[in-house]
């Protein structure tokens, strides 16, 4: 079923301006006036709460995502094994931010990065979490379970090797944030190529040894 107008407006209207300013930043009033809504009512209208609406924008990449993911996971890719991982997290960032101009998606997840634990693979239940997002299906749940092959095909302890996992996703989303920055001023890389120097320096990041 097409989204409606109005229905769109706040999804997009959102997901800019948390890409821009974070989930505890935006109030559902400014989501609004953002998007031409004059009834206060039409978040809880469309989208049953703001809980709501962070889900509606959470499943308009990430579905696909995760398909594109699996996709490569299972691919009969000739490389190593870290780095056909590597490759099957960044290649569909690629995909979707290349796929929307502007893109929002990477700066929206950056800013709930900022909210989420260290240890991005411990992935708590939204009952346990009071003040912060986290989606309601199992979205995370399949990248949970890529990041955790990563994380058991690098020479390190598993707590190195978790941490290690977590610094990668923050490295990687922070540069296609940037990505994102850079081609709303008109002066961003060459996206394919940006795609190959990051996966290269992923790779040699987690394979540097622990202290």
């Not at 097409?2 to 800019?16: F, I, M, T």
């Not at 978040?43 to 990449?61: K, N, P, T």
């Not at 890529?146 to 058991?152: D, E, G, P, T």
């Amino acid at each position: 079923m097409p989204l409606s107008n109005g229905r769109l407006a706040l999804l997009d209207s959102a997901e800019k301006l948390i890409a821009r300013r974070g989930i505890h930043g935006v109030s559902a009033r400014e989501v609004l006036k953002d998007a031409g809504q004059r009834n206060n009512s039409a978040i809880a209208y469309h989208f049953g709460s703001w809980h709501g609406l962070l889900d509606q924008i959470w499943s308009r990449h990430a579905p696909r995502i995760n398909v594109e993911r699996a996709a490569l996971v299972a691919s009969d890719d000739e490389r190593p094994e870290l780095e056909r991982l590597v490759h099957a997290y960044v290649h569909p960032l690629t995909t979707q931010v290349g796929t929307h101009d502007p893109s929002y998606w990477a700066r929206f997840n950056e800013q709930w990065l900022a909210t989420a634990p260290l240890d991005v693979l411990a992935v708590p239940t939204p009952e346990s979490v009071s003040a912060d997002y986290y989606p309601s299906d199992d979205s995370l749940d399949v990248l949970a379970s890529l990041l955790n092959r990563i994380a058991a095909a690098l020479p390190l302890p598993t707590e190195h090797g978790r941490r290690r996992v977590g610094l990668m996703v923050r490295f990687v989303i922070g540069s296609y944030a940037a990505w994102e920055r850079a081609r709303d001023h008109g002066d961003a890389p060459d996206l394919r190529a940006f795609e190959g120097e990051i996966e290269r320096i992923v790779c040699a990041m987690l394979g540097v040894p622990p202290a």
